[in-house]
């Protein structure tokens, strides 16, 4: 129940496509869910964040959709750049913290010229 | 200002052996939450420290301690290591009152076991 799984494991896209990494969890006590991007030899940094009580978040080109009764929750990448390529991580907590993330297994998302 | 900063930055260890991870917070934060992040993986965590105490724990074994000091700068220690200890190893850095908003992660230590 303390499980987020997140789909794909890798992706590749073109310059000017659209992104979209999935998350699923089961404890329906999360109520706040971060995605993290994390370059190669850097730590983790907070990119986007929503809690259940919204469908959507957009900031730039970067968007949370959340499906509460499916337990679901994506990030779409709009207009992806190079410099997007790096691992993606979703994650869920209970609370704003602080306290423990749970994360996804990471995404590596490929940004093609 | 600068960030969160652990140190070293890598290290290889043989089995049985005992490491010391360190980390500074980013100025201003009261609280360290250290995580686990096996190759490939997401990072885990192993437990966090408020007001030098331990607040919460993750799924690891008595072998992972830490500590906090006055000044919030903390340790990781791992004893006994094993070869499945290997591992870039977190740190994160936060206000009490900011929640994950604020959540800070350094880059990491890099422990190899051999």
């Known amino acids: 129940q303390q499980q987020v799984k997140q789909s794909p494991q890798s992706l590749i896209v073109q310059k000017g496509g659209i992104s979209i990494i999935n998350c699923a969890y089961e404890n329906t006590a999360f109520d706040y869910f971060p995605w993290y991007q994390q370059f190669p030899g850097k730590g983790p940094a907070l990119l986007i964040a929503?809690?259940?009580?919204?469908s959507e978040k957009k900031e730039g080109r970067f968007t949370i959709s959340f499906n509460k009764s499916a337990k679901q929750f994506s990030l779409h990448i709009m207009d992806s750049q190079p410099g997007d390529s790096a691992t993606y991580f979703c994650?869920?907590?209970?609370?704003?913290?602080?306290?423990?993330?749970?994360f996804g297994q990471g995404t590596t998302l490929q940004v093609k010229p | 200002d600068a960030g969160v900063t652990q140190s070293p930055t890598h290290l290889i260890k043989t089995r049985g052996q005992q490491v010391t991870l360190r980390c500074s917070p980013k100025?201003?934060?009261?609280?360290v939450s250290w995580y686990q992040q096996a190759l490939g993986q997401g990072p885990q965590f192993i437990f966090q420290y408020y007001e030098e105490e331990e607040r919460q724990r993750g799924n690891f074994p008595d072998r992972f301690s830490g500590h906090q000091f006055p000044n919030y700068s903390s340790e990781l220690n791992v004893n006994a290591l094993l070869l499945g200890d290997s591992a870039l190893y977190l740190c994160?850095?936060?206000?009490?009152?900011?929640?994950?908003?604020?959540?800070?992660f350094g880059s990491g230590t890099q422990l190899s076991v051999l």
């Open positions: 100025s201003g934060h009261d609280t």
């Open positions: 994160a850095s936060s206000k009490a009152s900011d929640g994950y908003e604020k959540l800070f």
């Open positions: 929503i809690r259940p009580d919204v």
């Open positions: 994650a869920a907590s209970i609370g704003r913290g602080p306290g423990k993330l749970i």
